[in-house]
Nanobody, 125 residues
């Protein structure tokens, strides 16, 4: 069982930055894949970024060059650094984990078994 808790969501103006954190209830060195997803009102949940245990990362085209995913194994924490935020980044952001599988590209949300409750990011123009 893996428990995830996100933090760091806030309201910011366009062009601003936020760093989201995801605290994990167990050692993350053995978790094959961790990722960030987001869901805006009226839209489907979509993948934002993933990171595998070997450090491989993959990003949605809409965030490439602006967002950076990282994992701190010593702190059992996943991060998402978000720069140059845009109003279209407004969404609930979720942390997810798959202890057993790694991915070469962002998977469908239903592929990952463990999820946090989410943290809200609002970007105003």
């Amino acid at each position: 069982q893996v428990q995830l808790v996100e933090s760091g969501g806030n309201s910011v103006q366009a062009g601003g930055s936020l760093r989201l954190s995801c605290a994990v209830s167990r050692y993350i060195t053995g978790i094959q894949c961790m990722g960030w997803f987001r869901q805006a009102p009226g839209k489907e949940r979509e993948g934002v970024a993933l990171i595998n245990s070997d450090g491989y990362t993959n990003y949605a085209d809409s965030v490439k060059g602006r967002f950076t995913i990282s994992r701190d194994n010593a702190r059992n924490t996943l991060y998402l650094q978000m720069n140059n935020l845009k109003p279209e980044d407004t969404a609930m952001y979720y942390c997810a984990a798959d202890p057993y599988n790694s991915y070469s590209r962002l998977p469908r949300p239903k592929a990952l078994p463990y999820w946090g409750p989410g943290t809200q990011v609002t970007v105003s123009s």
